[in-house]
């Protein structure tokens, strides 16, 4: 396939070994500083975006608009995400969008959602969620943590809504607390932690490198080529595992 990269840094440039390794070409590498308006739409099978939480959106919309279809990993663009679904719908086009296309983090999404379940028995435990990434990140917290957060309040009656505990101390019991850490060169890290009295369980992704969230984006991208709609990787994910086992 021809990919163009939307958004050529750390990413891009893991997300480009990885295409070349499964014999696609790259045939765009989109910076901050690059004229979309010279872009040759007509020889890219699908973009993969992973920019800046500031341009996520109007690159999205790029893409719909010339039914580009589009593999999304930046974060920190989600309020937007509602109208982009109803843009690309219209227009016919195709998007797949994900806080992390990490397998080992989706792995990780179900067992947390299945361990809230239980905890939802009342057993006495208070939960935390903590996400620690490199210093460059933009973003905080990440959109991992938010992920995880949000699929934990779903299952747990006592949590209604989370809270960035580096902004402003938890307001209450029914509120969960997420905080994040910033220290250099960690790939991204997430620790989900109940507590009571007598003992703690913890839940912790490592992430050792970035190379698994490029394949999953570029799976993803082999995926979504002559589709249309938009899909999460949570929901395509089992699919992607197939082709690579
Ligand atoms: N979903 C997932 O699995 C993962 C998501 N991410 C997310 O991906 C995003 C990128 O991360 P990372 O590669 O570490 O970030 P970097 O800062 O290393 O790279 C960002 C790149 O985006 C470019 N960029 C900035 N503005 C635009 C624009 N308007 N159009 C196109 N490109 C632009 C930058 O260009 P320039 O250098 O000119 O500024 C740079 O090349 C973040 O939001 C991060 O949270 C990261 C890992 C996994
Ligand atoms: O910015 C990063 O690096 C990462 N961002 C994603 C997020 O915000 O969750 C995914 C991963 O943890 C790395």
Known sequence: MNIAIFGYGKMGKEIEKILIE????????????SDKSAINTSNIDVVI?????HAAAANIQFCI??????????TGWYEQLDTLKQNC???????????????????FFTINSALAKIMN????????VKEVHHTEKKDAPSGTGITIAEDIIAEMDTYQKWE????????????????????????????????????RIDLIHTAK?????????????????????VFSIKEIMPELIKEII
Not at 24 to 31: L, Q
Not at 65 to 74: A, E, M, R, W
Not at 121 to 128: D, E, S
Request: hydrophobic letters at 35%; a neutral charge.
């Open 22 to 33: 499964r014999g696609h070409k790259v045939v765009e590498r989109i910076t901050s500083k």
């Open 49 to 53: 975006e992973f920019s800046s939480p």
């Open 65 to 74: 608009d010339h039914k580009l279809p589009i593999v999304i990993g930046t």
């Open 89 to 107: 719908n219209a227009n016919q086009s195709a998007m797949v969008y994900g806080t992390n296309f990490s397998i080992g983090v989706n792995i």
């Open 121 to 128: 028995a009342n057993l006495g435990y208070t939960c935390t």
């Open 164 to 199: 960035n505990v580096n902004k402003s101390e938890i307001s209450g019991p029914e509120v969960l607390s997420l905080a994040s850490e910033r220290l250099p060169d960690v790939p991204g890290t997430h620790i989900v932690s109940y507590e009571n009295n007598i003992d």
């Open 209 to 229: 490198n970035r190379t698994g969230f490029a394949l999953g984006s570029v799976l993803a991208a082999e995926w979504i080529k002559n589709k249309q709609g």
